[in-house]
């Protein structure tokens, strides 16, 4: 297993649609050993392959951020039904210093398959793992959580984000 570097925003990886998975190989299992890895060293509650710059739909979502204590494990994840409405705040460990309260579904039902399981599943969610899933998902669908804010909010923020980036990576260049 390994730890790899995320990858931040605006890398296009990102904004990109991910793509189907068809068969999951041994490629894959070792994508997600790694991805499990990495969201957990972040550490975070959620992490989509593209973050890790696989344009592939998997997931890996722990809401309570404790290596391996409630790893979820998703491919070709999709929201099937959802209700409800809920704003709280997010962040994204491909957009590091910014958070923002987004608007979201209070309650999803998400299906996928789950590789460890090795069948598909449908799992309920409201609260915080409903968010992360949401959150992620939209990272398959070359989404971040900026994307989900009004122009001006979104605006605001990106910018902020932007200088502090370019900000880090001059001192780095300077070393
Ligand atoms: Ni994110």
């Known amino acids: 297993m390994a730890i790899l570097p995320i990858v931040k925003y605006p890398e296009p990886v990102l904004k990109k649609r991910a793509t189907n998975v068809n068969r999951v190989t041994a490629e894959i299992r070792r994508l997600i050993d790694n991805m499990a ?3 957990y060293d972040a550490p975070g509650v959620g992490l989509a392959a593209p973050q890790i710059g696989k344009s592939l ?3 890996v979502v722990d809401p309570t ?16 039904s959802a209700e409800g409405e809920v704003i709280g705040e997010e962040g ?8 923002a309260n987004v608007k979201r579904w209070a309650k999803v039902r998400v299906k996928g ?13 409201d609260g915080l793992l409903a968010r992360i ?11 971040v959580f900026l994307d989900r804010l009004g122009r ?3 605006e605001l ?19």
């Open 37 to 39: 890895e990495t969201m």
């Open 57 to 59: 739909r998997v997931i």
């Open 65 to 80: 951020g404790e290596e391996a204590k409630q790893l979820i494990v998703l491919v070709n994840p999709e929201i099937v």
């Open 92 to 99: 994204c460990l491909s957009v590091p210093g910014i958070r």
């Open 113 to 125: 398959y789950d590789p460890i399981k090795e069948k598909t599943v449908e799992i309920e969610a």
């Open 133 to 143: 899933f949401q959150h992620e998902i939209d990272h398959l669908d070359g989404m």
């Open 152 to 154: 001006v909010k979104r």
């Open 157 to 175: 923020l990106r910018r902020r984000y932007l200088k502090r980036l370019n900000e880090v990576l001059k001192r780095g260049k300077r070393k």
